[in-house]
């Protein structure tokens, strides 16, 4: 309560005080530093005061306490004091001198209700933030957490599909790996005709090695083997372990002469590359056999793989540690379109 006149604030003191827990002023300074001290919920001043108007006053709690609920009283009921108090204090009611007792403290009730659903709903709307804040921060947690589960989840997909894809032995590609890999080199070939070989590279007298060496040695054999043959490959070729000691190999755009060369530098190396196990150094040799299918001329996967299996056959009829090479020969149909 502001006024500057000490019995007014007194009485209001005395009348309002069951009710409401009252501080006085007698200045706008005095009010003020009440402002510095505590939180004010409402404010009821006196228009006139010295060194200053309770518009001038209240217009700086609407600054400073934007939600202390603002009364004014006056003693001329001025229009423009009205309209100022109103415009510039942004006052909740606009009272008259003399009042009547239950008058005010009806308009202070409605004021301080007033306040309560504005602190309520200022409390609301800050636990409403909060909420908001902790759900997006959930959202945010799920959705780090989501991503790190998909990305694992992809990472163990890719592991799977590459396990699916090697031989566990030899690390190489596995025999599905192989046929895919040859059925995509046919469907490029098919769009872009140029020549494609396919080979098959067998160990010989492999049941040999492992009755000596038994598995563990036949294992190592088959390790070591792959490493020999993956490093006499070009770039552009591809070797797998199709089962047992057979191996397969894909060499694109490699016609008759290249795939001689190819082949005799595989079986040259696996002759002349030592395996060493326990204390002894194994030696073996691979027999092999190519398909060809020169430029221009169609063949499917099978048919690749029945040539190059017959050329297999030949190289261990006779002799093993030998390349054979087969074209593949166009089919009736096409040699007459």
């Not at 009348?15 to 006085?24: I, Q, R, S, W, Y």
């Not at 060493?276 to 150094?281: A, D, G, N």
Request: a negative charge; hydrophobic letters at 40%; aromatic letters at 6%.
């Amino acid at each position: 309560m502001v006024d500057d006149e000490p019995y007014i604030l007194t009485t209001l003191a005395a009348l309002l005080g069951t009710e409401f827990d009252v501080l006085t002023a007698d200045t706008i300074e005095k009010a003020k530093a009440h402002f510095g001290q505590r939180e004010i919920d409402l404010i009821l001043s006196d228009q006139r005061m010295p060194n200053g108007s309770g518009v001038q006053l209240l217009e700086w709690v609407r600054q400073e306490s934007p939600r202390t609920i603002r009364l004014l009283m006056t003693g001329f009921a001025e229009l423009e004091e009205a309209v100022e108090a109103i415009n510039r204090g942004r006052v909740f009611r606009y009272i008259f001198k003399p009042w009547r007792a239950d008058e005010l403290i009806d308009i202070l009730r409605s004021a301080s209700r007033s306040f309560l659903l504005e602190r309520s709903h200022a409390l609301l709307l800050e636990e409403l933030r909060q909420l908001n804040l902790e759900l997006e921060q959930r959202v945010q947690q799920r959705t780090r957490e989501l991503e790190e589960a998909n990305h694992e989840l992809e990472q163990k997909n890719k592991m799977l599909e590459k396990l699916a894809l090697t031989d566990p032995l030899t690390g190489l590609p596995n025999r599905r790996a192989m046929d895919r890999l040859t059925e995509r080199e046919l469907r490029r070939r098919d769009r872009y005709p140029s020549p494609l070989s396919v080979g098959l590279v067998d160990v010989d007298h492999f049941k040999e090695v492992n009755g000596r060496y038994l598995l563990p040695g036949g294992d190592k054999v088959l390790i070591d083997l792959g490493k020999i043959l993956q490093g006499s490959l070009r770039t552009v070729d591809f070797m797998g372990r199709i089962g047992g000691e057979e191996f397969l190999l894909i060499a694109p755009e490699t016609n008759l002469e290249g795939a001689q060369v190819l082949g005799e530098r595989i079986r040259a190396n696996v002759e002349t590359t030592g395996i060493p196990y326990l204390k002894e150094v194994i030696h073996i040799t691979v027999s092999i056999g190519f398909a060809v299918a020169e430029a221009g001329v169609q063949a499917d996967y099978e048919q690749m793989k029945h040539v190059a299996s017959a050329a297999l056959a030949e190289a261990k009829m006779t002799g093993r540690n030998r390349c054979v090479f087969h074209n593949v020969i166009p089919r009736p149909f096409e040699q007459a379109g």
